[in-house]
C-alpha cells in the first residue's frame, strides 16, 4: 500500500505550479506516469474535443459548483473537475483525485482535476465541453 501525504502532494504542486513555461494552460495529475503533466494550448484543445464527446455520450460531465478557485503559494488557480458518470447517468465513485490534496486548504473530490493560472482559460474549457 503506498500512503500519500497532504505535505508530499503540497510541495509537488507547488513545483508544478511554479513552473515557468509560458505554454502551458493546464496542470493535471498524469496518473500513469505517477507526476503532474501540462497541457499546451494544442494538447487542451484537443482533450476538450474528446471531452465534449464523452459529454455528448453520457459519460462525463463538469458540474458548475466545483469550478472553484484555491491557493497554491498563495496565488490563485482556478479548477475545474471532470467526473464520470456511471450508466445510470449519476456520479461514478473514481476515487479521490491526488490534485485536491495539494492546494492549501485540500479538496477532496472524486473525478479529475485540472489547474489553470487564469480564470478565463478554466471558464471557456467549461462552456465548450458542457455545450453552453
Request: hydrophobic fraction near 35%; aromatic fraction near 10%.
Amino acid at each position: 500500500m503506498t500512503m500519500i501525504s497532504a505535505k508530499d502532494q503540497r510541495y509537488e504542486l507547488q513545483l508544478a505550479f511554479n513552473n515557468k513555461c509560458l505554454t502551458d494552460v493546464a496542470i493535471g495529475y498524469a496518473y500513469a506516469q505517477n507526476t503532474y503533466g501540462f497541457l499546451n494550448i494544442d494538447e487542451l484543445r484537443s482533450n476538450m474535443k474528446d471531452w465534449k464527446k464523452q459529454r455528448k455520450n453520457g459519460v462525463l460531465t463538469i458540474q458548475e459548483c466545483n469550478n472553484k478557485t484555491k491557493l497554491i503559494c498563495g496565488k490563485e488557480c482556478y479548477i475545474l473537475t471532470l467526473q464520470q458518470l456511471d450508466a445510470n447517468g449519476k456520479l461514478e465513485n473514481t476515487g479521490i483525485d491526488k490534485c485536491g490534496l495539494g492546494f492549501e486548504s485540500p479538496y477532496l473530490i472524486t473525478g479529475h482535476t485540472y489547474i489553470f493560472k487564469r480564470q478565463e482559460n478554466r471558464d471557456m474549457v467549461y462552456k465548450y465541453v458542457m455545450g453552453l
